[in-house]
């Protein structure tokens, strides 16, 4: 053991010595603030930019001329861009912490844009300030690590070895006024150049300016914190204050139930009750359902979806501020007197249930096993439900909120029982699987949802000699497994595939409610295969409810037509 002993000191003090003598071999870059600007936002304009560069040029042949002039003129446009944003927040103490800030977040930015073709306009931001921490543990992996190396590790080293060179300040504001000057003539002689194309580009694909990075991050996060400032600052509107029972309350002669299943990320195409080329959905394919024709949904996101399936005037006529700073569905059916619960197995209820009794699957106690990691399975939503029913009165709305199958580790959305369909993708990072495997993974997924939905429709029918109920399930967005490139969700609205904006909707009534309520199920079945929305559900859920109110519009109630109690 002697011989060792030494060793350890000496270790010790070679370690920094060498690392010491690296830095030393490492050349010193001595630059002006605006020099080093400069640096970084060509930096941002060359590398952070492809997907913007590639989506304007997309559809042009390399052998024009013009397309070139048409990129170069997109590069010089971002550059300047950034330099005149950033020269307004940059001194000589500032600018290395802003560079090494931006350079990370547009690192992780583009990593995203590029790996899933993420756009990152308001609505996304929104929801990725939002995403919890198990969400964003699934999103890191080796593909990531390697990109992170490249676009943060090796300009922030550069960055590092950076020393700035002061000057004077009347100088230093003389030159800083001449670089702002520059930057806006560089700007417009780049806009000017390309006035043709790039106005007809922002007329037809105005979505794209959400690629160009870290531009489009930093007015997202300006947008959102700015809204939700207003939002703090107002109290949430109250709607449906004349909301009241309807006639058929005072008739019953047993309590009722309507269960709400919120979906998640369940896609129309992968339905096997909507026409899907794999049963998804056996069991349910085996009970009384009513499945509705696909659903359009309201957003592409859960931030988005949850508090628009819950608002009076969804998609119709948008207004995110005006859902936002409203109450929901929930508050008009509480003040009538319907008791309502969320019960949660994700993200929370996005404001929709503010004030109201909420669980999550955690708080219940849900058995053994049902949670791993923080992380529960959506059978833990059912948990004493038997017991809930046994004891129910009067009116009651329970809403059930899935992780259902959020990405992109759909492999860890269901037990083993469920992994039928295989090979399937068993990593976080679906770029290391085959579509064929995401595929699959996807739809275990899907008929782990069907099994949940199934032994709820057996719980409720349980207990039908005692209590009506029904359920409603729909998913608040669907997904994109690959097509197009395309992964995930959260495109914007407008240039988002249809498989992330049609969903599935399932519809379940016991004898007893259907009875009660003058439900012709046959009717609605025909109705069923009619176009509907996220619109419909405000309006459907008050009708199945009967709670009368003037936010009422049976035109947009799909069991209206099918009631024989006229309302
Ligand atoms: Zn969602």
Not at 430 to 458: F, G, K, M, P
Request: hydrophobic share 45%; proline share 5%.
């Amino acid at each position: 053991m002697a011989p060792m002993l030494p060793l350890t000191p000496r270790r010790k003090t070679l370690a920094p010595a060498a690392a010491e003598a690296a830095t030393r071999r490492l050349p010193v870059l001595r630059l002006s603030v605006e020099g080093l600007l400069l640096l970084g936002c060509a930096w941002f304009a060359l590398v952070s930019n492809r997907m913007f560069v590639a989506g304007a040029l997309k559809g042009r042949d390399w052998g024009d001329g013009s397309a070139w002039a048409f990129g170069a003129a997109l590069v010089a446009g971002v550059l300047a861009l950034h330099l005149l944003m950033l020269a307004l927040l940059s001194n000589r103490w500032t600018v290395k912490p802003l560079l090494a800030l931006l350079l990370v977040a547009t690192a992780f930015a583009s990593f995203y844009m590029q790996q899933y073709g993420v756009y990152l306009d308001p609505s996304m931001l929104r929801n990725v300030l939002r995403t919890d921490w198990h969400e964003a543990g699934e999103l890191l992996g080796l593909s990531l690590l390697l990109h992170l190396l490249l676009h943060a590790a090796l300009p922030l080293l550069v960055l590092w070895r950076v020393e700035i060179v002061t000057r004077p300040w009347k100088r230093a504001l003389l030159v800083r006024l001449a670089v702002v000057v520059a930057g806006l003539g560089v700007l417009v002689a780049a806009l000017l150049s390309m006035f043709q194309p790039f106005s007809s580009l922002m007329r037809n694909q105005k979505e794209l300016r959400y690629l160009i990075t870290p531009a489009n991050y930093l007015w997202s996060l300006a947008v959102v914190a700015g809204a939700d400032a207003r939002a703090k600052a107002a109290p949430r509107q109250a709607i449906g204050l004349d909301a009241k029972p309807g006639a058929s309350w005072a008739t019953r002669t047993r309590p009722l139930l309507v269960v709400m299943v919120v979906g998640e990320t369940a896609r129309s195409a992968n339905w096997g009750l909507s026409g899907y080329a794999r049963q998804t959905t056996p069991q349910l394919a085996e009970r009384a359902v009513i499945n509705f024709a696909p659903v359009t949904a309201c957003g592409t996101n859960t931030e988005t979806s949850l508090p628009c399936m819950f608002a009076p005037v969804g998609r119709r006529d948008y207004d995110e501020a005006r859902i936002r700073g409203s109450e929901s569905l929930l508050h008009v059916l509480a003040r009538a007197g319907v008791g309502v619960t969320w019960r949660d197995n994700q993200s929370g209820c996005k404001g929709v249930c503010e004030g109201l009794p909420t669980q999550t699957v955690q708080d219940i106690g849900a058995p053994e096993g049902t949670c791993k990691d923080g992380r529960c399975m959506d059978e833990g939503l059912l948990h004493g439900l038997g017991d809930m029913l046994r004891n129910a009165r009067g009116t009651q709305l329970l809403v059930l909120h899935q992780l259902g199958n959020h990405g992109p580790s759909y492999f860890r959305r269901y037990p083993p029982a469920f992994a039928r369909f295989q090979p399937e993708c068993r990593s976080d990072d679906l770029r290391s699987c085959s579509r064929e495997q995401i595929v699959n993974a996807y739809d275990n997924a899907l008929l782990y949802t069907d099994h949940v939905l199934a032994r709820l429709i057996d719980t409720l029918q349980a207990q039908a000699a005692t209590l009506d109920s029904a359920l409603l399930y729909v998913s608040d967005h669907g997904e994109s497994l690959g097509e197009a490139n395309l992964f995930l969700h959260g495109l914007p609205y407008a240039i988002a595939p249809d498989v992330q904006k049609q969903v599935p909707m399932v519809m379940w009534s016991s004898a007893g409610l259907a009875g009660a309520r003058g439900l012709d199920l046959a009717c609605l079945k025909a109705r069923a295969a009619q176009p509907a929305a996220h619109d419909h559900l405000f309006h459907t859920l008050l009708g199945l409810l009967d709670v009368d109110t003037a936010l009422y519009q049976r035109d947009w109630d799909l069991t209206a037509p099918c009631r024989a109690v006229a309302r």
